[in-house]
T-cell receptor, first 115, second 111 residues
């Protein structure tokens, strides 16, 4: 069974440029999460989707970050414009359903460097 | 929100040694997972263990939910066990819908 797929794996951009990350969850997983991991820290939740609905985006900085999950499968996370402090690893995870007691599986992440 | 504390923060062992990693959390949980983040950054699921005891090969874990802690045991360590071990929980009383992670235990196994 294929795991969570993310692309690109690495991205280097200059500040003020836009950037987008893509995630394909495990087949059949209805719940999708985006996390942010800063160096030396554990991941922190940005947004959670149940199918195509964003049900928890309280931690997403909405002035520059946006996300979508069209058709309830793949998801895209965008930053516009990027700032130096956005340099981090962006992780996508998925789980089966909405009980929130189920195992979350993580993708390999996208390492973003903003210069 | 719920607080997660992991100890020790760093651990250096010789190959073949055993180790115990601890995770304390500040409130009741309905999800607790242990992950191993390898040097390439991939988070690998070890256990889903909101309560009870599980074993998988050289690894085992125990969560005592009533006392708000979980332990991860690694026996006969190998160099490939090196990396960061994270405990992550979800508060059953509400709050963020995702997992809240601790800061991790950085484990180095020397040959």
């Amino acid at each position: 069974e294929a795991g969570v797929v993310q692309s690109p794996r690495y991205k280097i951009i200059e500040k003020k440029q836009p950037v987008a990350f893509w995630c394909n969850p495990i087949s059949g997983h209805n719940t999708l999460y985006w996390y942010l991991q800063n160096l030396g820290q554990g991941p922190e939740l940005l947004i959670r989707y149940e199918n195509e609905e964003a049900v928890d985006d309280s931690q997403l900085p909405k002035d520059r970050f946006s996300a979508e999950r069209l058709k309830g499968v793949d998801s895209t996370l965008k930053i516009q414009p990027a700032e130096l402090g956005d340099s981090a690893v962006y992780l996508c995870a998925s789980s089966l359903g909405a009980t929130r007691e189920e195992t979350q599986y993580f993708g390999p992440g996208t390492r973003l460097l903003v210069l | 929100g719920i607080q997660v504390e992991q100890s020790p923060p760093d651990l250096i062992l010789q190959e073949g040694a055993n180790s115990t990693l601890r995770c304390n959390f500040s409130d009741s949980v309905n999800n607790l997972q242990w992950f191993h983040q390898n040097p390439w950054g991939q988070l690998i699921n070890l256990f889903y263990i909101p309560s009870g005891t599980k074993q998988n090969g050289r690894l085992s874990a125990t969560t005592v939910a009533t006392e708000r802690y979980s332990l991860l045991y690694i026996s006969s360590s190998q160099t490939t066990d090196s990396g960061v071990y994270f405990c992550a929980v979800r508060n059953s009383g509400g709050g963020a819908d995702g997992l809240t992670f601790g800061k991790g235990t950085h484990l180095i196994i020397q040959p």
